[in-house]
């Protein structure tokens, strides 16, 4: 569903990068994109430094790139049913609505496995004797805070051994997205590599995806599964294909039938491939590509005024 401005807010768009899979050079593109974008405005584009969301919150690393200082911390925690034993009929319902196998009923014991419960308060909307009660469990931290060029950056980070990456990103967005702000705002949602559940969260609600990808037979394969999602989602995509030269044609002629923008290219290079590896930004260590970035961000605009924004 697409909609334009809601009661006179001016929400800012929202840009997701994303790739199928790890080591695509997804962060590379998405922290040049934010720098570019900081660093000079042109036209329609960004009138403020944009908002940065590192939503990899299993293994956060924009920050080593855009080196913030946090300076507003808050727990993530979700809501873990406890049940009141003197209460409980047993009577399964609550099993029933789980769809994570996290609360069973065995014999007249009812059960939780906090680790397998995703806090959605099912069993506790279900439960016919108000046998359950919740309590807040912490998965991790959300922090946020300047970083360069103005950038406002922020991040989660789940605790060790938590595997509830989806709520931690859905607060991280609710607790960071301005809803408000000055005309050309932009947010730039860094998501996870992979195409499950969280990278779902990431993306979801966002007004465009860039999708960056390397011309060989793995990147088209996760390209694909990455276009299906934003086909599902409703989200205009664009693609940036790095390591330009490796590989084969299969990714040039996907897009081509796909009707999917190739928005930029990045060439394999050592000189690249070194920078990055010392944490240094593309546009830090190729300046020229600032231009370049500009530039897609001025045709990802086009493409969603074009399209719509997304209804969230
Ligand atoms: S729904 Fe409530 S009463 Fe029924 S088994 Fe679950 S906790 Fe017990
Ligand atoms: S809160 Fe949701 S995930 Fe957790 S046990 Fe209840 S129904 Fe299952």
Redesign the pocket.
Known sequence: MVAGRRGGATPPLQIAVASGKGGTGKTTVATSLALSLAQGTSGDAASSPPTFLDCDVEGPNAHLFLAPAFERRQDVAIQI?R??AA?????????E?CQYHA?V?LGKK?LVFDQLCHGCGS?TL???????TEEPHTIGVLETGPAAHGIQFARGVLDVGEPMATPAIRQLKQWAIPTDGPAGRVVILDAPPGTSCPVVEAVRGADTLLLVTEPTPFGLHDLRLMVEVAAELGIPAGVVINRDGIGDAGVDAFCSAAGLPILLRIPFERAIAEGVAQGRTLVEIHPEYAPRFRALYQQLARQVKHHGRICR
């Open positions: 049913p049940v009141d209460k409980c009929t047993a009577c399964g319902k609550c099993a609505v609360i009923v009812t069993c279900v439960c016919p004797a108000g046998a359950i």
